[in-house]
């Protein structure tokens, strides 16, 4: 069974709430202050999402988690395009997007 979480969201703090800071031994060595160990390790973390997603969006590709336990994850995108757009905005899947404004390029 498959599940979607289209629409859901949080922010960072939010990911990182029982990571294990202590356990990135390198870091700990390099940066002394706690709070600062944080910012760099969310950081790269956000570097590394946004990396992801270019990759999926600019190479059509995809991106599997694997899974822990009994949840996984996977980002992809579906190109529309021609024929399938045209029934699709009909049926009002684009509502409320203006495509001249953000350059909207129907992934």
Aim: charged share 30%.
């Amino acid at each position: 069974m498959k599940r979607y979480a289209l629409g859901w969201a949080c922010n960072l703090n939010d990911l990182f709430v029982r990571f294990p800071y202590e356990k990135c031994v390198t870091l700990c060595k390099i940066i002394k202050d706690k709070y600062a160990r944080r910012r760099k390790i969310k950081q790269v973390f956000r570097e590394g999402i946004k990396a992801v997603l270019n990759d999926v969006i600019e190479n059509n590709a995809s991106f599997k988690v694997p899974p822990l336990g009994y949840y996984g994850g996977e980002i992809h995108l579906e190109r529309c395009e021609g024929e399938d757009f045209i029934k699709a905005k009909k049926l009002g899947k684009f509502k409320g997007i203006d495509f001249l404004e953000t350059n909207f390029t129907a992934y």
